[in-house]
């Protein structure tokens, strides 16, 4: 997913210079470059809240595995001690 928002930003980038190249054959006055900045700030915020966003879910994601991995690791630890003391008993 994070994967995804990068390259939407990558494409927004790329159209932003498409956007400053075709515009600055033009005459461009103050007020509409300020209004392009102003436009790519906002949409660059947008952008950094939904990846953060993604980045916290992941990393929640991650530590779960982790998490369960140990889980899975003590249990089958425990049955292999369990399975050594069953082989002593009998």
Same mark, same amino acid.
């Given at each position: 997913m994070m994967v995804l928002v990068l390259m939407v930003m990558v494409i927004n980038l790329?159209?932003? %210079?498409?956007?400053?190249?075709?515009t600055s054959t033009a005459a461009m006055s103050y007020r509409? @470059?300020?209004?392009? %900045?102003?436009?790519?700030?906002?949409? @660059?915020?947008?952008?950094?809240a939904i990846f953060l966003e993604q980045a916290t879910q992941v990393n929640a994601w991650d530590? @779960? @595995?982790?998490d369960n991995g140990d889980?899975?690791?003590?249990?089958?630890?425990?049955?292999? %001690?369990l399975g050594l003391q069953k082989l002593t008993i009998n």
């Open positions: 790329l159209m932003i %210079i498409i956007l400053v190249v075709s509409q @470059l300020e209004d392009f %900045i102003n436009k790519w700030t906002l949409e @660059l915020e947008e952008q950094e530590r @779960l @595995l982790i889980k899975v690791g003590a249990a089958v630890y425990n049955a292999v %001690i």
